[in-house]
């Protein structure tokens, strides 16, 4: 299995503040690597996929970048929605695996 | 738009099966996606159980396979999970979920994310 190992794993920033996340894998993924946004309560959102796509309806403050074995999500503004959880993901190979989340807390 | 709807007991026995449904709704299973359920236990982070192709073809996460089995009823447009020998440790919230399809070459097929999600149901182990 590829691990898929996040940090920090929690993170304190406050609104109008510059964050990244990285997402290491422990093989070589290219750049099958997903995005998610995750809000208590409903089912996780698709930010990025392909390591650097924005998918429809995603803010441009958010970007992706990386291949290989390791990866950036990038937020260049902090709104106050967008204090949630974060999961990379891969899809080169099964099992589809997780990064262990990051969540990202109002300062 | 295609929609995703989970379904089945919120209350399962020790030592007995999880099954539960995953409802299609404005699209049909046929399509080139493969069909995946997610799920996140209490605290936890997500954990991908296993996906499905419309040919029947599946994949599961090995540390679940020897309990887990995937089908795929075309004819209602769903799909089913079930988990045999349940334990505590199996609570949890269930998402079904559809990947985006890569491509596939040499045996593997590679995806790009899971871009639909149902909303998720939860599911206890508890007598």
């Known amino acids: 299995d590829i691990q898929m190992t996040q940090s920090p794993s929690s993170l304190s920033a406050s609104v109008g503040a510059r964050v990244t996340i990285t997402c290491r894998a422990s093989?070589?993924?290219?750049?099958?690597l997903n995005w998610y946004q995750h809000k208590p309560g409903k089912a996780p959102n698709l930010l990025i996929n392909?390591?650097?796509n924005l998918q429809s309806g995603v803010p441009s403050r958010f970007s992706g970048s990386g291949s290989g074995t390791d990866f950036t999500l990038t937020i260049s503004s902090l709104q106050p929605e967008d204090f949630a959880t974060y999961y990379c993901?891969?899809?080169?190979?099964?099992?589809?695996?997780f990064g262990q989340g990051t969540k990202l807390e109002i300062k | 738009q295609v929609q995703l709807q989970e379904s089945g007991p919120g209350l399962v026995k020790p030592s007995g099966t999880l099954s539960l449904t995953c409802a299609v709704s404005?699209?049909?299973?046929?399509?080139?996606?493969?069909w995946s359920w997610v799920r996140q236990a209490p605290g936890k982070g997500l954990e991908w159980i296993g996906e499905?192709?419309?040919?029947?073809?599946?994949n599961y996460n090995p540390s679940l396979k020897s309990r887990v089995a995937i089908s795929i009823d075309k004819s209602k447009n769903q799909f089913s999970l079930k988990l045999s020998s349940v334990t505590a440790a199996d609570t949890a919230v269930y998402y079904c979920?559809?990947?985006?399809?890569?491509?596939?070459?040499?045996?593997?097929?590679?995806?790009?994310?899971?871009?639909?999600w149902g909303q998720g149901t939860m599911v206890t182990v508890s007598s």
């Open positions: 979920a559809r990947e985006i399809p890569g491509y596939c070459s040499g045996g593997r097929c590679y995806g790009i994310g899971f871009d639909i």
């Open positions: 404005g699209g049909s299973i046929n399509s080139s996606n493969w």
């Open positions: 499905i192709y419309h040919t029947g073809s599946t």
């Open positions: 093989q070589s993924i290219h750049t099958f």
């Open positions: 392909a390591t650097s």
């Open positions: 993901q891969q899809s080169y190979s099964t099992p589809r695996t």
